[in-house]
């Protein structure tokens, strides 16, 4: 069965240090990949995805980056945490593409809590 | 005009009742609907999904589906207080990258 680890589950940083959250999926190869933040009482917001190695889209302009070194690791970073980067980071996959991708779920992980202080 | 609308809430029912979560969808392209219910403080876990326009049971949950009018609803039957928590819709379309838009959820309250 295909699980997605993400880690650290909890994280307090200062303003102005970097970050690397790392999301890996087991069972499954190509997995399509995301990054979400939720603000707290806030909806998802869409940072980033992935639908292969070195692949990497953009939803919208930030302070963050992505990479996908591997083909079932996703890493989100940044250089100089602002404190408006305080959030729920969420790690999620899915399979396939075309009709069957249409019709797949996306799975998360368990998500990291991050404080900026 | 949001993608993917839901009332925040709260919804307070009783245990045992009906609870009924809506969520309307504003691109007509849109093809897949599925529901996640998140517990405060962990991430969303999905409950169900539909493609067709109809009802869909499992268990004490039936999504329905209506495409024609945009409308796409979750029933829970037999609410349990640990049915509590933020029920999230969320519309997948058949462009580009097929993303997945979500509403930003409906907190629903199950009282004993």
């Given amino acids: 069965s295909q699980t997605i680890h993400q880690w650290p589950a909890t994280l307090v940083q200062p303003v102005g240090s970097p970050l690397s959250l790392e999301c890996t999926v087991e069972g499954t190869s190509n997995p399509n990949l995301y990054w979400y933040r939720q603000a707290a009482g806030r909806g998802l917001q869409l940072l980033f995805y992935s639908v292969g190695i070195g692949q990497i889209s953009s939803e919208v302009p930030q302070n963050l980056s992505a990479s996908r070194p591997q083909d079932r690791q996703f890493i989100l970073s940044s250089k100089k945490l602002l404190l408006s980067d305080s959030g729920f980071y969420l790690c999620a996959w899915t399979a396939g593409t075309g009709n069957r991708g249409l019709r797949q779920p996306q799975q998360f992980g368990d998500g990291t809590r991050l404080s900026i202080l | ?112």
């Avoid at chain 2, 007509?28 to 169900?48: A, N, V």
């Avoid at chain 2, 869909?56 to 999504?63: H, L, P, S, V």
């Fill in chain 2, 1 to 112: 005009q949001k993608e993917v609308e839901q009332n925040s809430g709260p919804l307070s029912v009783p245990e045992g009742a009906i609870a009924s979560l809506n969520c309307t969808y504003s691109d007509r392209g849109s093809q897949s609907f599925f529901w996640y219910r998140q517990y405060s403080g962990k991430s969303p876990e999905l409950i169900m999904f539909i493609y067709s326009n109809g009802d869909k049971e499992d268990g004490r949950f039936t999504a329905q589906l209506n495409k024609a009018s945009q409308y796409v609803s979750l029933l829970i039957r037999d609410s349990q207080p640990s049915d509590s928590a933020t029920y999230l819709c969320a519309v997948k379309k058949n462009t580009g990258f097929q993303k997945l838009v979500f509403g930003t959820g409906t907190r629903l309250l199950v009282s004993p």
